[in-house]
């Protein structure tokens, strides 16, 4: 206890052994545990909360325009620079959140980054996407020419569950062993607070692959505890190659609309079909209609013509006519001299 009957305790308690000293701030000593408690871990929210909205360094020039890359050649180029940018308050706040030591600086840089200049801008378009879980690659390079890079995009909660779900295929992805635990916060995360992250760091065969959920707004020491152990009591029943109980509500509501949208596309093809067919009969009716116009308004012959008796006598005189002319014609052979006599006489004078 101090001489003014106050007594000196840590401001964020949940920063005990950094290594750089930690601000304190002063409790009435009357105060009992629990309030003074309660004090503390309102001032460090205030004080993580200053931490976290810090503006990051750049312009976010690679989110603009809007997209959302799901496949790594799609992915966000982010600035080398400017990811490097980060105090050691906040290096030690993403530590202390994480618990990732390993990771360098630049894990903290990047997900500052990405959040600062892309998912609080665009956070309600990103939660119309559905359950994805953001993907940082941060490489350094090797040998003479170092190519470094830093990646960013998402993976859909589907293709987590495929690489991770199993050892098989965490191996290909640099885990040892099935990463659970990422498979079960992507299917259970609160998609308005939360936002699973996977870190790859370095370079084959050297690569550091861990995940951690990144929350939106800063969240006390109880609460993550409280989330974790949610989450160990998840991961206790569950097995590989078997999906939670989470994914199988999803994939029932998913099954749900999908036989929802088809059956709406069967009633849509269904009035089209029936629409078509009227239209088509529509279309027959008006061609008869101006087939028996264009009919009505051709030349008609004569009456007379029209008349069955008239044509009958017509064609019986017809017929009278040519019979009496065959009758009336005589043949008519003309004679044929022979001069063979004529030219014997000529031939002996």
């Excluded at 790594?72 to 980060?86: C, K, N, R, T």
């Excluded at 109980?245 to 596309?265: G, L, P, Q, V, W």
């Amino acid at each position: 206890m101090s001489r003014c009957g106050y007594r000196e305790c840590e401001l964020n308690p949940e920063l005990e052994g950094a290594e750089d000293p930690v601000s304190f701030t002063l409790l009435p000593a009357h105060l009992g545990p629990e309030e003074a408690a309660h004090i503390l871990e309102e001032e460090g929210r205030q004080r993580a909360s200053r931490i976290q909205y810090e503006a990051a360094a750049g312009d976010g020039a690679c989110f603009k325009p809007f997209r959302f890359p799901c496949k790594m050649s799609e992915a966000f180029q982010l600035p080398w620079g400017d990811i490097d940018i980060v105090s050691d308050e906040q290096l030690e706040m993403f530590y202390q959140g994480c618990g990732l030591r390993k990771l360098p600086r630049r894990a903290c840089g990047a997900v500052r980054y990405v959040d600062y200049h892309y998912m609080t801008p665009n956070r309600q378009k990103i939660i119309s996407r559905g359950r994805h879980c953001l993907m940082i690659k941060i490489s350094e390079g090797s040998g003479r020419q170092l190519k470094r890079k830093a990646l960013a995009y998402y993976l859909p909660a589907t293709e987590v569950l495929e690489r991770y779900s199993t050892a098989a295929q965490a191996e290909k992805y640099h885990c040892d062993r099935a990463n659970l635990y990422m498979c079960q916060m992507v299917e259970t995360y609160d998609m308005n607070t939360t936002m699973p992250i996977m870190f790859e760091y370095g370079e084959r065969p050297h690569v550091i692959a861990a995940g951690c959920p990144y929350h939106f707004t800063v969240r006390s020491l109880p609460e993550r505890l409280i989330d974790s152990s949610k989450c160990v009591e998840a991961l206790a029943g569950r097995k590989p190659d078997e999906a939670g109980a989470e994914a199988k509500k999803a994939d029932k509501r998913r099954r749900k609309r999908h036989n929802k949208k088809t059956k709406e596309r069967e009633r849509s093809e269904a009035a089209n079909a029936e629409a078509a067919k009227l239209q088509g009969e529509e279309r027959n009716t008006d061609a008869k209609a101006l087939e028996s116009q264009r009919k009505h308004h051709l030349v008609q012959p004569n009456a007379a013509l029209r008349d069955s008796n008239f044509m009958q006598g017509l064609l019986s005189q017809m017929r009278d006519k040519t019979s009496d002319g065959g009758a009336r014609t005589a043949r008519k052979v003309s004679p044929v001299f022979d001069n063979s006599d004529s030219c014997s006489e000529d031939s002996d004078e």
